[in-house]
């Protein structure tokens, strides 16, 4: 199934929550650069992307 990013909210109760998953975006993105061997100028998306599908209930890995 295909996630509509443009029609997904995303709510945090408070920022410790949104910081949280900030924290687990980072550490998934690390994993991500590691195995690409690059850096990534697109992380702001690649974060947006991990969190709204953590959210949704996905497999937030699908992106790595």
Excluded: C
């Excluded at 909210?9 to 408070?14: D, G, I, K």
């Excluded at 920022?15 to 690059?38: F, P, Y």
């Amino acid at each position: 199934m295909e996630l509509d990013m443009s029609s997904t909210q995303v709510t945090f109760t408070s920022s410790t929550e949104l910081a949280a998953a900030l924290r687990r975006a980072e550490a998934a993105h690390a994993e991500h650069e590691k195995r690409t061997g690059q850096p990534d100028p697109n992380w702001p998306d690649w974060y947006a992307e991990y969190i709204v599908r953590e959210q949704a209930g996905e497999q937030p890995s699908s992106l790595l």
